[in-house]
């Protein structure tokens, strides 16, 4: 079974502007999360998705968007970069039925905002 | 609310030293607790994790964790280190209610070195 996949892996962007990041989850698996990852903050959980609605919400603003296709495959979306926006972001994806179940991880993308 | 706690932002030990990777958790609810492993610019990749079938968790590589509810904690050991355990170490729990599915509380996570 393929993994989770992260496009694109890195990208460089300016304060302002706006970017979108894609995941594409293990086949069958309907649950999404994103989590951001910076030496001061460490992991934290900025939303998931399961079967295209937002089932849970982290505490970031309303900067951060995201958004989950029919196919399971979801993009978060940031707008009017900030500097403190540069992160590695992780998604994760799950059968999304039970929180036992092992959320898997892909390779992130690394985002730098200059 | 769930939290967890790691002590120790850096470990180092020397290769064939046992390994103790410490995690304090807390919790409304019984948890649902892992360990994850990430290696340098990659993501994550789950160790082992507890789901209430036994306190003693077998993972990969040769790690193991045991659930302590007395003390509310979830180390993770591993008696002989090796140079490739070098990584940074992270806890995380969920909590048994539907409001948090999908969502994982990380610990500050633990860089692991190991010396020849």
């Known amino acids: 079974k393929a993994g989770v996949t992260q496009t694109p892996r890195y990208l460089i962007k300016t304060r302002g502007q706006q970017v979108t990041l894609s995941c594409s989850p293990i086949?069958?698996?309907?649950?999404v999360s994103w989590y951001q990852q910076t030496p001061g903050q460490g992991l934290q959980f900025l939303f998931e998705?399961?079967?295209?609605?937002?089932?849970n919400k982290g505490n970031f603003p309303g900067r951060f968007s995201g958004r989950q296709f029919s196919n399971s495959r979801s993009e978060m979306n940031v707008s009017t970069l900030e500097l403190g926006d540069s992160a590695l972001y992780l998604c994760?994806?799950?059968?999304?039925?039970?929180?036992?179940?092992?959320?898997?991880f892909g390779p992130g993308t690394r985002l730098l905002v200059l | 609310a769930q939290s967890v706690t790691q002590l120790g932002s850096h470990v180092s030990v020397s290769e064939g030293a046992l390994v103790l990777l410490r995690c304090n958790y807390s919790?409304?609810?019984?948890?649902?607790l892992f360990w994850y492993v990430q290696y340098p610019n990659q993501g994550l990749q789950l160790l082992l994790k507890?789901?209430?079938?036994?306190?003693l968790v077998k993972g990969i590589n040769g790690f193991e964790a045991e659930f302590k509810k007395s003390e509310t904690s979830f180390h993770l050991t591993k008696p002989s280190a090796h140079m490739s355990d070098a990584a940074e170490y992270f806890c995380?729990?969920?909590?048994?209610?539907?409001?948090?599915?999908?969502?994982?509380?990380f610990g500050r996570g633990t860089q692991l070195t190991v010396w020849p």
């Open positions: 995380a729990v969920s909590a048994r209610r539907g409001s948090t599915l999908g969502r994982l509380y």
């Open positions: 507890y789901t209430s079938a036994a306190t």
């Open positions: 994760a994806s799950s059968p999304g039925l039970a929180e036992q179940e092992t959320q898997y």
């Open positions: 086949s069958g698996h309907r649950s």
């Open positions: 919790s409304s609810v019984p948890p649902y």
């Open positions: 998705y399961f079967s295209e609605t937002q089932r």
